[in-house]
């Protein structure tokens, strides 16, 4: 896949040009789609939304210019390669010798932030898959082909894809409820859309003392619980929450998972 796989560079093309990304038509295309279309600057590869602005155009100038390096050989296939041992290929052995001998160390926030004894053990679930883009929003759900191209947009009838970075933070309704939580905590910035930067910056959000740190994580954990069961209930149930609603979700599950553990964060029930 042209946008989501990692077949140029260190990350994926969605991540290294994020803003062409959310306005290009054309998420789901191959790389040899686009390459046969052409992706030069005016290749009939890029499909646009809205004309692009000047620095939008300067980003796909770069993202163009990178591409057009690439020479496809029509004659090979693509086949899967072990890299740690191309020759003989992938061995237990030789993952379980790579695991504990090359010094690897976890990223251990990202990895145990989620599992919190105040949240419920399938909220936690749910974010942790978030995370690691295993939720099966649409674009997912096209990708294992269990939908066609044509039901891949949003399920808030936006016609925009349907992807995690979408739904959970730029989609109109929860780009509307992060900013109706932001007002409730007086905390304002400008948040990253992508997942895992998104949780980090708000759940650690600077100037903010340690002992908030729990208390934000689940208010965060409550609001894509909240956008998660929004978007499910469009689509199983055909109803749509009122924005007043969904923030008052927010606010109740946040108070009853702390209230549940019995945990103090010098706020009162008056001033939820």
Known sequence: ?????????????RYKFPRLFDLTE??????????RLGWEEEGLAWVWRRRLLAWEYESLRECSALVNNIVLQVNIHDAWKWLLDPSRGYSVRESYRYLTLSGITLDRDRVDDVWLKHIPTKVSLMVWRLLRNRLPTRDNLLRRGVIQANAATCATG????????????????????WTDTRVWLGIYDVSPG???DHFQQFT?????????????????????WVIWKERNNRVFQNTVATPYSLIEKVKLYSFLWLKSKQVSFGYSLHDW
């Open 194 to 196: 992508n997942p895992r």
């Open 1 to 13: 896949m042209f946008w989501y796989d990692n077949w140029i560079g260190d990350v994926p093309l």
């Open 26 to 35: 054309s998420k789901e295309r191959t790389v040899e789609e686009m390459s």
């Open 158 to 177: 936006c016609d925009v894809s349907e992807t995690a970075e979408h739904l959970f933070f730029n989609c109109a309704f929860s780009s509307r409820l």
């Open 204 to 224: 650690k959000m600077a100037g903010m003392p340690r002992t908030s740190y729990l208390y934000l994580k689940i208010i965060w954990c409550a609001a894509v």
